[in-house]
């Protein structure tokens, strides 16, 4: 489902957003109206009325940036409660794979995944509500990958998922076929799987 959004600037101009539902409940991609010229471009990344007007309602706390190399995976990741976190994902330089997993045990979706590639040049944006987790994988030499969140970090509720999970089963290699050649955190070696998760009880 594709809705379009349109607002005016103070130059008169006007400046649409293109927000598309996909088939996990809650998680949107934004697609921003880019105005370029020989001097360059313009465009807005992110109104808090547009965004509230499409069943967006997001209240910046934080404004995060990695800068990753071809090969990183970096995920997944999330915060439990009370310090789970929303988030506004874009890829600012290169081009990512970029996936959300509902981790809602209350959804009919709850296991599976959405991905999404985002790049500089398309500049797309992804919208991840709380109750997700969210990973990335690095396709280009380099990436940063900027992200906006609506909670603050907490080191103490910090958690994830094993990238490679059986049961979520992400097609990591249908995108980046030298899978053997990714490069993760310790940590990200290390996390459970999905069902050992549940039975900690640290899904949402």
Same mark, same amino acid.
């Given at each position: 489902?594709?809705?379009?959004?349109?607002?005016?600037?103070?130059?008169?101009?006007?400046?649409?957003?293109?927000?598309?539902?996909?088939?996990?409940?809650?998680?949107?991609?934004?697609?921003?109206?880019?105005?370029?010229?020989?001097?360059?471009?313009?465009?807005?990344?992110?109104?808090?009325?547009?965004?509230?007007?499409?069943?967006?309602?997001?209240?910046?706390?934080?404004?995060?940036?990695?800068?990753?190399?071809?090969?990183? &995976?970096?995920?997944?990741?999330?915060?439990?409660?009370?310090?789970?976190?929303?988030?506004?994902?874009?890829?600012?330089?290169?081009?990512?794979?970029?996936?959300?997993?509902? &981790?809602?045990?209350?959804?009919?979706?709850?296991?599976?995944?959405?991905?999404?590639?985002?790049?500089?040049?398309?500049?797309?944006?992804?919208?991840?509500?709380?109750?997700?987790?969210?990973?990335?994988?690095?396709?280009?030499?380099?990436?940063?990958?900027?992200?906006?969140?609506?909670?603050?970090?907490?080191?103490?509720?910090?958690?994830?998922?094993?990238?490679?999970?059986?049961?979520?089963?992400?097609?990591?290699?249908?995108?980046?076929?030298?899978?053997?050649?990714?490069?993760?955190?310790?940590?990200?070696?290390?996390?459970?799987? &999905?069902?050992?998760?549940?039975?900690?009880?640290?899904?949402?």
């Amino acid at each position: 489902m594709v809705v379009e959004a349109n607002f005016q600037n103070g130059l008169g101009d006007f400046m649409p957003f293109t927000f598309e539902k996909t088939e996990l409940e809650g998680v949107v991609l934004i697609k921003p109206k880019v105005f370029g010229d020989e001097r360059g471009y313009f465009m807005e990344a992110f109104n808090a009325f547009d965004f509230e007007e499409n069943g967006i309602n997001f209240s910046v706390v934080q404004f995060n940036e990695s800068l990753s190399k071809k090969g990183v &995976l970096r995920g997944i990741h999330y915060q439990l409660e009370p310090y789970a976190q929303a988030k506004i994902v874009r890829c600012a330089e290169g081009k990512i794979f970029d996936v959300a997993v509902d &981790l809602r045990k209350s959804s009919k979706t709850f296991g599976k995944w959405v991905g999404f590639v985002l790049s500089e040049e398309e500049k797309n944006m992804v919208y991840i509500p709380r109750g997700f987790g969210h990973a990335f994988l690095v396709l280009s030499e380099r990436a940063k990958v900027q992200y906006l969140v609506d909670n603050k970090y907490m080191p103490s509720h910090e958690f994830g998922i094993m990238w490679n999970d059986k049961d979520i089963s992400i097609d990591w290699q249908k995108v980046f076929p030298e899978i053997n050649n990714l490069i993760l955190s310790e940590k990200d070696k290390n996390w459970p799987t &999905l069902k050992e998760a549940i039975d900690l009880g640290k899904v949402f």
